[in-house]
């Protein structure tokens, strides 16, 4: 089962970005980025919409309750 952690991983590596870099875009520290990708913390709801629309991703995607990354706009 994939979980938050894993695809937060995922979508910062695939966009190239490290820990540091993303946090600066998020505007939190990379301490944080680390505690989300390893399990450790989970962020709060507005944060996790703002890293769901900075991959632009929908939020079930980032869950990992889908494997359909599109946000449904319907």
Do not use: W
Not at 28 to 38: A, H
């Amino acid at each position: 089962m994939v979980f938050f952690a894993d695809r937060m991983y995922e979508l910062r590596n695939e966009k190239g970005y490290t820990r540091e870099e993303l946090a600066s875009q998020l505007g939190c520290l990379p301490k944080m980025i680390q505690d989300y990708e390893e399990g450790k913390l989970y962020p709060h709801a507005i944060t996790m919409v703002d890293i769901a629309d900075f991959f632009n991703v929908s939020l079930d995607y980032l869950m990992g309750r889908t494997e359909c990354r599109e946000i449904n706009k319907g």
